[in-house]
């Protein structure tokens, strides 16, 4: 939801170990974040405290990002890496990245996801593919398959 | 001076003898009770030193009991700053009470609150209702509910373990974490 970006962000974690000299704190063991309608799941989590704002590092087998947009059609996300960056309000999704709406769905080695322009990045093999979808053209990608 | 004074002389010395060894033997036997402080005393300031003459930690109390026979020592509001590896983070530790067990454990209770003096670490206040200091190792622990508090973040757990040397703390259990939004 566009109301997310100004929620709290509430971590659920076993343990948390805080490095007070590089200002990050590690959470480990069925690790929760949320952020208003955003739910980041994972075996570990790392928050680094920028001056810009925090940058969250969900791994997991896969870790899980999932998002209720205010169309209400929700994107599910997950890779066994998951960078979530507050102040772009980006997600980076790497290794066996996949992301998804409703029946539509997007794999790649890495994709960054722009929450706020809800854009899609792709990048497969060594080859950088911009294919960028906006949740229009997830609309349309479904209807082609129906035409076909 | 004949026989019989120097033998009366010999016998008057070896009695006073006898009386003040034997004499000063039961003065000593006297048991100290170990429930009576050894001292009492108010207001105190306590500097203690490694051994390179590097101050290293600092107890500072309204009032300090000394058990001289267990070794231990009871405060009344300490405040405890321990510096250790003086450029690293120093740590101000206070509570209402406290027991150090033979200079090696530093115990403080009630309403304990740890202040992280060095400044841009992203948490400054460690709270709880008991923490003991490891002296020896440099350590901090609790199984108390925990909570850290910087800026914009509290977490808050079950249980601590923190290593003053390599600047780590960590809570053990059921650890819940808010990130607030940065200040408009």
């Keep these: 939801l566009a109301s997310d970006s100004q929620q709290p962000i509430n971590i659920y974690a076993d343990s948390n170990t805080v490095d007070l000299n590089s200002n990050t704190t590690t959470f480990f063991g069925n690790v929760v974040a949320t952020q208003g309608s955003i739910k980041m799941t994972g075996d570990k989590l790392i928050g680094i405290r920028e001056k810009t704002g925090e940058i969250m ?26 960078r979530y960056v507050k102040a772009t309000n980006k997600i980076i999704l790497s290794n066996n990245a996949v992301i998804s709406q409703l029946d539509s769905s997007y794999k790649a080695e890495k994709i960054t996801y722009d929450i706020s322009s809800r854009k899609i990045e792709g990048k497969k093999g060594n080859q950088q593919t911009r294919t960028v979808f906006t949740p229009a053209q997830f609309e349309s990608k479904k209807s082609d398959k129906s035409a076909d | ?44 300031t306590t500097d ?42 120093i740590w101000q530790i206070n509570s209402l009470n406290g027991t150090l067990h033979q200079q090696s454990t530093l115990e403080l209770i009630d309403q304990v609150k740890a202040s992280n003096l060095t400044h841009d670490q992203h948490i400054h206040l460690i709270k709880t209702e008991k923490i003991s200091i490891d002296l020896l190792k440099n350590e901090l622990h609790s199984k108390e509910l925990v909570t850290f508090y910087g800026d914009q973040i509290e977490q808050r757990g079950k249980g601590l373990f923190a290593n003053l040397d390599d600047q780590r703390a960590s809570l053990l259990t059921n650890v819940t974490a808010t990130y607030l939004n940065d200040k408009p």
């Design chain 2, 1 to 44: 001076m004949n026989k019989l004074n120097v033998s009366t002389f010999c016998c008057f010395i070896l009695s006073l003898a006898l009386w003040r060894f034997f004499g000063q033997e039961q003065k000593e036997t006297q048991p100290i009770d170990p429930s009576q402080p050894y001292f009492v005393a108010k207001n105190t």
């Design chain 2, 48 to 89: 203690t030193y490694n051994p390179l003459g590097q101050l290293d930690y600092t107890v500072k109390a309204n009032k300090i009991t000394y058990f001289r026979t267990k070794e231990v020592t009871q405060f009344e509001q300490p405040d405890v700053t321990v510096f250790r590896n003086n450029k690293q983070t």
């Design chain 1, 57 to 82: 590092i969900s791994t997991g087998n896969p870790a899980t990002f999932y998002q209720m947009m205010d169309d209400g059609k929700p994107i599910n996300a997950q890779a066994q890496e998951i």
